[in-house]
């Protein structure tokens, strides 16, 4: 099991940047990718922003550019940089980990959500 913690959320006025975190624990030695999601109200939950264990990044388009996710390892905590913000980001933004098993028969892999962070921007 992994469990993820996300911190760093709050109000901020547009144009700001605020940082959030997310800390794994648990079996976090078979971690592969983490990323970063969001859920607007009456809106589903979006892909952010991804890394993998190699260090190689994925964005939304909507972010390119203000957003960076980087990774530590070495701390099992994954990050998300975001500058320039926008009204449109306000959103609760939920890290995820996804742990692969490698047996000789198959690959095992699952999906860990942490609990939420609120992030709402004002314009």
């Known amino acids: 099991q992994v469990q993820l913690v996300e911190s760093g959320g709050g109000l901020v006025q547009a144009g700001k940047s605020l940082r959030l975190s997310c800390a794994a624990s648990?079996?976090?030695?078979?971690?592969?990718?983490m990323g970063w999601y969001r859920q607007a109200p009456g809106k589903q939950r979006e892909l952010v922003a991804t890394?993998?264990?190699?260090?190689?990044?994925n964005y939304a388009d909507s972010v390119k550019g203000r957003f960076t996710i980087s990774r530590d390892n070495a701390k099992n905590t994954v990050y998300l940089q975001m500058s320039s913000l926008k009204p449109e980001d306000t959103a609760v933004y939920y890290c995820?980990?996804?742990?692969?098993?490698?047996?000789?028969?198959?690959?095992?892999?699952?999906?860990?959500w942490g609990q939420g962070t609120q992030v709402t921007v004002s314009s």
């Open positions: 648990g079996s976090t030695f078979s971690i592969n990718a």
């Open positions: 890394v993998s264990s190699g260090g190689s990044t």
């Open positions: 995820k980990a996804t742990r692969v098993v490698l047996t000789p028969i198959r690959k095992y892999e699952s999906d860990y």
